[in-house]
């Protein structure tokens, strides 16, 4: 574990010691719960379809598929038509786009971006690596299924997938999230334990908490 | 780089020199001389800049081929040195870091010490994680490590892939009666 993660002895600026466990301090301890929806059908329909209008991707790029989201930022591909921005932290994100292989060392980085964004948030898996290894099928060091580790609502296929394929992507994203069925938040909250125990059996080096709120 | 292989060749038991092109050249030298060589090219020789250093694992020979590529910018050539140490079968290979001459080289021997397994004794923070955060097993780029048996084992994969022969699968597809 890294020293800064240990539980040590700190001097305030008052000159009072007192002791620190960053573990229990600076993280929330609980796990997150699942949130069923809280208004009749009616209303949680306009929620939904607000939700839909207003996706926010953390800017985060994970493999090769990070170089596809720059055409649909600028004026060729334009995204910003249809809604959807990007954000620089996963606290005003709510879409995290898993954009092609994922290295063990990046899965920690992505499972804490992940754990930090708010509720309802989605995932979308992009390109074949992140669906069953893709080119990277015998690479030492990259996982092979997304949806072992981070709970996925769509898969974009390709290697790599046109930023028109992307596009269609947030249409179908759309789609899924307006009938309701965007629930990845509530799974993972539901099936914590068995998502906890699949990423801490490919990261051998645990030095975070269990759940980064 | 002839004339330059003769003026080192007196001075250095230096092997054969190989020209890949006119501006580029292989020498392989003894480990034990390999840094008087660098002093004599970086200080007289205006090889200034070390452009790489990398390594090959010969496993038959149980050696590692360690090539420092260096470079004079103002004659435009370069000239590989070429180091042959010992490579246990087991446990860390060490050589003698270079980093004193070149700070750049530091973060080579932290690659080299993590991807190889060849230890670097005094270079700064070379017992520290590089690229691979929680490696469990040997250095992944020693030819006896299997990269696709440790995936098979370490991560969990998607049933339904599926791998053909380009040649015999198109045959089956264009002419399926055989012909």
Redesign the interface.
Known sequence: MKPELMKRMVKGPDGQEFEVEPLRDYYCEAAPTVMPAAYIKIVEDFFNWARSESIWILGFGTGCGAIEMRPLMTPRFDAYRYGVQWRPTPRQSNLFIISGYLS??TL?RAIRSYEQMQSPKYVIGLGSCT???GMY?????????LD?YLPVDLYIAGCMPRPEALLAGFMDMKKIIRAGNAEGANKYAENFDWYKA?QK??????DMPDYNW | MRELHQRLKSLFPLGELTEQRPDLGFVTVPAEYLRPLLLQLSDREGFTHLVLLTAVDWIEDGQFQLTYLLSNRGAARDLGVRVMIPRPANGLATMDGIHDIWPTAATYQRELREMFGIDFPGSPRVDEEFILEGWIDKPPYRRDFDTKKFSEENFNHRPGRETRDPEQYMKQQLYPDGK
């Not at chain 1, 099928?137 to 299924?145: A, F, G, H, Q």
Request: aromatic residues 14%; glycine residues 4%.
């Open positions: 063990v060392k920690k669906i069953n290894g099928w015998d690479s030492y060091n990259t996982i092979k299924r072992d699949n059996q490919v990261i051998h080096d645990w």
